[in-house]
């Protein structure tokens, strides 16, 4: 069975710092996609990175890395320079693309708070 | 430019009475997928739709659960006989060929 854990339900940071979003999956497929969506009190789902499965370099973009290490079945975020706006709850997510699964199976989420 | 919408954004029924809510996917894209978040919670998958073919119903809670996607495009969601557990934000999504673009929700109330 797919799975996507998320242990961190609530995280602190200080504005300016670097913070790091846990993320673990398990899967027996061989192709996979992982993926970050960020979620802000208004409800809407922000896409934020993707890594696939035959990636050999981490994802980056902008601000957003995403420390993938395949034999660890982890896909952490991790997030530079925290600003005041990155104020929000974060999911990871799975998609397989083998067997027959066009879903994304979502982690329970990190509510990360950025301090001042 | 236009992306995923989604309508009511907010909706209050009484129980057992029916609702549907609509979704409005970017225009081109073929996969539709709607999920449920129950509050403080993930986002749970409740049907897939890909360009004609048989949707992928696997997520759908209980039989009063119902979607259709009519010529492509616009999908409704159906839920009969509402239940207060059903009260949820309901999500939908569309997608090209990976990244799931989703819209603002719609956020469901059953009294």
């Known amino acids: 069975a797919q799975k996507i854990t998320q242990t961190q339900p609530g995280m602190f940071v200080q504005e300016k710092e670097a913070v790091t979003l846990d993320c673990t999956y398990d899967t027996s497929d061989q192709s996979y996609g992982l993926f970050w969506y960020k979620q802000p009190s208004s409800g809407e789902m922000i896409f934020l990175i993707y890594q696939g499965s035959y990636d050999e370099q981490n994802a980056t973009e902008g601000r957003y890395s995403l420390n993938f290490q395949k034999a660890r079945k982890s896909a952490n975020l991790v997030i530079s320079a925290s600003q005041l706006g990155d104020s929000a709850m974060y999911f990871c997510?799975?998609?397989?693309?083998?067997?027959?699964?066009?879903?994304?199976?979502f982690g329970a989420g990190t509510r990360l708070a950025v301090h001042p | 430019g236009a992306g995923v919408s989604q309508s009511p954004s907010n909706k209050v029924t009484e129980k057992g009475k029916d609702v549907e809510l609509r979704c409005d996917p970017i225009s081109g894209h073929t996969a539709l997928y709607w999920y449920r978040q129950s509050l403080g919670q993930g986002l749970e998958f409740l049907i897939y739709f890909q360009g004609n073919s048989a949707p992928d119903k696997s997520g759908l809670p209980s039989d009063r659960f119902s979607a259709e996607r009519t010529g492509g495009s616009v999908s409704t969601l159906t839920i009969q006989r509402t239940q207060q557990e059903d009260s949820a934000v309901y999500l939908c999504?569309?997608?090209?060929?990976?990244?799931?673009?989703f819209g603002p929700g719609t956020r469901l109330t059953v009294l």
């Open positions: 997510a799975m998609r397989s693309f083998s067997g027959g699964y066009n879903k994304l199976i």
């Open positions: 999504a569309s997608s090209l060929d990976g990244e799931q673009f």
